[in-house]
């Protein structure tokens, strides 16, 4: 049995006077492609403005014509009762469309008739790209011009040539003048290409989709784009796996009114080449807190970031603060809102009686018991009730969470959360869990960062269809991307030696790289199952002691769903030292 193959374009961006279109209308015996038949066949080949082939055929359909559709359109079952079934007409149209556009009135209607037939017959699904004149004039024909977009009226309104009756190939020959007629006013739009034709009819505004040609110098790589006024500035930023799709995407389909103001702006798109979706992430970050677009809102404002701070004082408390100081404190963060670092500052109050007021008390400080300390939520050490010895075992369970062991802060948590459960206290119970999975989600991402930012040096390396991608990640921040033929070649050291230096910094990123490291710790655990540790230099490890409390999780209904302990599936495997290396040749 002959099969039709599937076609694709590797050009989309074909001229429409080099491309090749197929009109083709159907008749049927009703309007359901499973349970109807297809009564003739009729389609016109053009290019270029011309007619190029035409094909015709009356099918005998094997059930039945209904009276109604022969009234419609004069095929009754004596003109089909000679005429051969579908299945012999299908091997001859498939040969007939070829990989040409598909282009029907109402064109939903005809192909899903025809990929029912095929597959019913025992075919693979064609995949030729489909216009469809009527959504075309949709967009191109106001109300005032048409009252309908029926092909009738628009043959009338057009000065079709021929006249569509219901017959396949006449209505066929109707649609092709039709085609022709739309194309020469969507060209006023700038819908010069295949590409834009197909995209055309779901495009927002027309007059922006003039821009759409700014795109076409763009490559179908990834990397990051540009968005610029008539004065240059920068308007968005943007990323993408490919950025020629990507950046066409915004003239049809996207109805967003941001978007609809961003293209009338628009003047012109630059754009920065990536080795990879992930390199353009970064330079994404980076490139929208150096420009500051105002259509930007993620990343564009690194200010918003905050921490939670335990104060160096003789009664250390937790303080909410804005940046990372040299202090020799510790810090916990950063969080991208107040409201979250005041959902984990309050469950670290919940677990644990430190004091909230900011006064600073010194050896003489006294004051008067605050409400805390009588329902046992504070020690009160302003009352100079408690020695800082004492105090300081109170917060010694905190930090020891920052050094690593969360247990003892977590524990008290889980039994508030139990304890409110049992006694049917479901809103303070859910209170509790939130406050109890915004701390572990805090400490996890702490822990992550840590051991991601205290290394000096990461080079890990993935396939590609070309060789190798080699990261090289220094201190939590990308230092450089490429693909190399192979990662043990002279390559590598070079791409080493043109690795950018990372920003140092002691304890959690500041608010600047704080996008940057969660992008970068992100990766490394997606990555790591099928990456190659080429070369680290430093510790590249986490403590084990409190990983299972970390891996914990809530989800919304409360119930927890613990990871496993000690899983590798997230560890980049070190190449073995038993491989026999291939002799090293010249990069070509």
């Known amino acids: 049995m002959v099969r039709a193959v599937q076609q694709s374009f590797d050009d989309l961006g074909a001229p429409l006077v080099h491309v090749e279109f197929v009109v083709l209308d159907l008749e049927t015996t009703g309007g359901s492609p499973t349970q109807d ?13 011309e007619v190029t082939g035409t094909f015709h055929a009356l099918v005998d359909p094997g059930i039945p014509i209904p009276p109604l559709i022969t009234a419609l359109t004069g095929i009754s079952d004596r003109m089909v009762a000679g005429a051969e079934p579908i299945e012999v007409v299908l091997p001859c149209l498939l040969e007939f469309l070829g990989s040409a556009v598909f282009v029907a009135h109402n064109a939903t209607f005809d192909w899903r008739f025809l990929q029912a037939n095929l597959e019913q017959h025992g075919y693979r699904r064609a995949g030729n790209r489909v216009v469809c004149t009527a ?239 009588e329902l046992g939520r504070c020690l009160g050490p302003c009352t100079q009730g408690i020695s800082p010895g004492v105090y300081a075992a109170a917060v010694a369970p905190l930090e020891a969470a920052f050094e690593g062991d969360p247990e003892a802060l977590l524990e008290p948590l889980r039994q508030h959360m139990a304890a409110y459960a049992a006694g049917q206290r479901y809103e303070q119970a859910a209170a509790a869990r939130d406050r109890l999975d915004a701390l572990t989600r805090a400490l996890a991402d702490l822990r992550r960062a840590r051991s991601i930012t205290g290394v000096d040096e990461i080079v890990l390396a993935r396939r590609h269809t070309d060789g190798h991608e080699v990261t090289i990640v220094r201190r939590g921040q990308l230092a450089a991307v490429a693909v190399l033929p192979a990662p043990d070649l002279l390559g590598l050291e070079a791409l080493r030696a043109s690795a950018t230096e990372p920003e140092r910094f002691g304890g959690p990123p500041p608010r600047h790289l704080a996008d940057e490291v969660h992008l970068v710790t992100h990766w490394l655990n997606g990555v790591a199952g099928d990456a190659e540790l080429l070369a680290v230099n430093g510790c590249l490890a986490s403590p084990s002691v409190g990983g299972a409390a970390l891996q914990v999780r809530y989800n919304r209904r409360g119930s927890a769903t613990p990871r496993p302990p000690g899983e590798a599936r997230g560890r980049p495997q070190p190449r073995p030292t038993s491989r026999r290396r291939p002799a090293r040749q010249p990069m070509s």
Do not use: W
Not at 37 to 49: C, D, H, Q, S
Not at 169 to 184: G, S
Not at 186 to 210: C, I, M, N, Q, Y
Not at 213 to 233: K, S, W
């Open 135 to 373: 959504r075309l004039a949709r967009k191109l024909l106001s109300r005032d011009e048409v009252p309908n977009v029926r092909l009738a009226t628009l043959a009338a309104y057009l000065g079709a040539r021929v006249t569509p009756c219901h017959r396949a190939l006449t209505d066929a020959r109707a649609t092709v003048d039709v085609l022709h007629a739309l194309l020469e006013r969507a060209g006023s739009f700038g819908v010069l290409a295949l590409e834009d034709l197909l995209e055309f009819p779901s495009a927002r505004a027309e007059v922006t989709f003039k821009k759409v040609h700014l795109a076409d110098r763009l490559p179908h790589a990834p990397g990051v784009y540009l968005f610029r006024d008539a004065a240059g500035r920068v308007l968005y930023v943007g990323k993408a796996k490919d950025l020629r799709t990507r950046v066409r995407s915004y003239f049809s389909g996207d109805s967003r009114a941001k978007v609809v103001n961003l293209l009338r702006e628009l003047a012109t798109i630059d754009h920065v080449l990536c080795a990879s979706e992930f390199e353009a992430s970064v330079r994404e970050v980076r490139l929208i807190q150096h420009h500051r677009p105002r259509y930007n809102r993620r990343s564009r404002d690194p200010e918003r970031y905050c921490y939670l701070k335990l104060t160096l004082e003789r009664f250390p408390r937790v303080s909410m603060v804005r940046r990372v100081l040299p202090d020799g404190a510790r810090y916990l963060g950063p969080f991208s809102s107040a409201n979250q670092a005041e959902l984990v500052k309050s469950a670290i109050e919940d677990a644990l009686p430190l004091r909230r007021c900011t006064v600073r008390i010194g050896a003489r400080t006294r004051m008067s018991a605050c409400a805390l300390l």
């Open 37 to 49: 038949r297809i009564t003739e066949v009729g389609a016109v080949k053009v290019r270029g403005g």
